[in-house]
Each structure stands twice: as C-alpha cells, then as structure tokens.
C-alpha cells in the first residue's frame, strides 16, 4: 500500500511562512498525482492543491491563489506545500493525499490514499 507521511507543520505569525512536506512510499512517486487538503475545526475537509502526474498542470483553491505553491521532486519521492502570507483562517490540520489518477483533480473522492496530517496553526 501507498504510505504517506506529513511534516512542517507548526505555528507561525500571521504574514508568516511555512513549508509542508509529504513523503510517500509503497508505489512509484511519479506515476499518480498528488493534493494537500486541509480540515479546520467543525468544517469538513477541504481541497488546498494538487499536481499532476507529470507536475505539469496544478490546481488551487481560490483561497490559497497566489499565495501557497504545491510542487514535487520524483527523486526524492516528496510533494511540498509552500504557504506564504499566511492567516489566521488558514489554520487547518493539513492532509497530503496521493490519487489513483495522473490528474490533478480537487475532488478528495479521487484521493483513496491519505497521510495523518500535520498541524498549522497562523496566529494574530
């Protein structure tokens, strides 16, 4: 099975920034596409950012346009999640999930393998 595993997590100041990282194994990196996603407090998980397959084409929510950039080195079997003019209202537990497809879909019903999340926190 595919095992992912999430790091970076942590609390930073509004403005601030952080990079996440997932590191997978159990399947070839580089032949399915990956996403971050991200569950607040009494909300439901929501889509951040994915990248294809080939880390040609990426995804964003509208929310993090412009300011968060997903990336991934095959070498290194690792997706990122760079986050910059963080908020608070980003505070989330952050998920790094791997999909089935070489698509960079934004649905989480295309995601059937996910990590246990890393905390972060964007303080006031």
């Known amino acids: 099975q595919v095992q992912l595993v999430e790091s970076g997590g942590g609390l930073v100041q509004a403005g601030g920034s952080l990079r996440l990282s997932c590191a997978a194994s159990g399947r070839t990196f580089s032949r399915y596409a990956m996403g971050w996603f991200r569950q607040a407090p009494g909300k439901e998980r929501e889509f951040v950012a994915a990248i294809s397959w080939s880390g040609s084409s990426t995804n964003y929510a509208d929310s993090v346009k412009g300011r968060f950039t997903i990336s991934r080195d095959t070498a290194k079997n690792t997706v990122y999640l760079q986050m910059n003019s963080l908020k608070p209202e980003d505070t989330a537990v952050y998920y790094c999930?791997?999909?089935?497809?070489?698509?960079?879909?934004?649905?989480?019903?295309?995601?059937?393998?996910w990590g246990q999340g890393t905390q972060v926190t964007v303080s006031s």
């Open positions: 999930a791997a999909s089935s497809s070489t698509i960079a879909t934004m649905s989480r019903n295309f995601y059937p393998y």
